[in-house]
Nanobody, 116 residues
Framework: VQLQASGGGLVQAGGSLRLSCAAS????????MGWFRQAPGKEREYVAS????????AYADSVEGRFTISRDRVKSTVYLQMNSLKPEDTAVYYC??????????WGQGTQVTVSS
């Protein structure tokens, strides 16, 4: 399994970015796909997830209502649309895949920097 994240960058507070995670190496039926982030000096934290087959989503409280996770099964890609960005959203964002109960596969990170 390979996960390739992209789409990070520098944006002003209140702005938007869309992250993409291209997934390959197998079919992902039954998988849960997710985004995590790690800010400097902090532990990695959960951001959002989506069930590949059903499309059911879940979010951390800190991003609920501002971020939207989605997936395109044809393109085998997971997206994270981030709106109303805040400086505290600054972090390296990682995509991950969970085949059962553990986040087993991880992509490389993409940096998101939100300036005030």
């Amino acid at each position: 399994v390979q996960l390739q994240a992209s789409g990070g960058g520098l944006v002003q507070a209140g702005g938007s970015l869309r992250l993409s995670c291209a997934a390959s190496g197998r079919t992902f039926s039954g998988y849960r796909m997710g985004w995590f982030r790690q800010a400097p000096g902090k532990e990695r934290e959960y951001v959002a997830s989506i069930w590949w087959s059903s499309g059911i989503t879940a979010y951390a409280d800190s991003v609920e209502g501002r971020f939207t996770i989605s997936r395109d099964r044809v393109k085998s890609t997971v997206y994270l649309q981030m709106n109303s960005l805040k400086p505290e959203d600054t972090a390296v964002y990682y995509c991950a895949a969970n085949p059962a109960t553990t986040w087993t596969y991880w992509g490389q990170g993409t940096q998101v920097t939100v300036s005030s």
